[in-house]
């Protein structure tokens, strides 16, 4: 099985920054995707960034390009998301996705709020 624990969320003023981590444990594919999505009350889930296996390829929602950048560590088995100029908007909880095997994995969630 596979797990996916997020960590770095937080309360943040607007312009600041935060990181967001997400380690995998258990058995991880060596071709798969990453992914952060983002989850406000009463919307649905939204596609933030993806990043594949080889750290390569990227890809961002254009609201956050710019201003957020995701990459890997694969000897940690970790994605993160360096989230800067952060906006009121951007006020979501933040998960995890790992995509392999045909199959999509979830963490819990963190929560980020961007408020003065």
């Known amino acids: 099985q596979v797990q996916l624990v997020e960590s770095g969320g937080g309360l943040v003023q607007p312009g600041g920054s935060l990181r967001l981590s997400c380690a995998a444990s258990g058995t991880i594919s060596r071709i798969n995707a990453m992914a952060w999505y983002r989850q406000t009350p009463g919307k649905e889930r939204e596609l933030v960034a993806t990043i594949l296996s080889g750290g390569s390829t990227t890809n961002y929602a254009d609201s956050v390009k710019g201003r957020f950048t995701i990459s890997r560590d694969y000897a940690k088995n970790t994605v993160y998301l360096q989230m800067n100029g952060l906006k009121p908007e951007d006020t979501a909880v933040y998960f995890c996705?790992?995509?392999?095997?045909?199959?999509?994995?979830w963490g819990q969630g963190t929560q980020v709020t961007v408020s003065s």
């Open positions: 996705n790992l995509h392999q095997y045909f199959q999509n994995y």
